[in-house]
Nanobody, 115 residues
């Protein structure tokens, strides 16, 4: 089992910044990637950013140039730095861990961007 603890969500004005954290514990061996999804009301959950074990990253087109994902391997924590936030970034953000055999999800953290 992998346990994920997310933090860092909140309310921010458009143009502002937030940083999300996702700390993994438990059976963290064989983790192949960490990342973030988001789900806005009435919409499907979508991939925002992913960082693989080797350090390569990929981003949704809508956040490229504004969001940066990073990972502290020593502490098994992933971060999502979100800059130049827009109202359309409002959603529940979920951390996800890809692990050989099973994937794990965090409980979600609300990000609200006011105009």
């Amino acid at each position: 089992q992998v346990h994920l603890v997310e933090s860092g969500g909140g309310l921010v004005q458009a143009g502002g910044s937030l940083r999300l954290s996702c700390a993994a514990s438990g059976s963290i061996f064989s983790i192949t990637a960490m990342g973030w999804y988001r789900q806005a009301p009435g919409k499907q959950r979508e991939l925002v950013a992913q960082i693989r074990a080797g350090g390569s990253t990929n981003y949704a087109d809508s956040v490229k140039g504004r969001f940066t994902i990073s990972r502290d391997n020593a502490n098994n924590t992933a971060y999502l730095q979100m800059n130049s936030l827009k109202p359309e970034d409002t959603a529940v953000y979920y951390c996800k861990v890809w692990r050989v055999g099973t994937d794990y999800w965090g409980q979600g953290t609300q990000v609200t961007v006011s105009s």
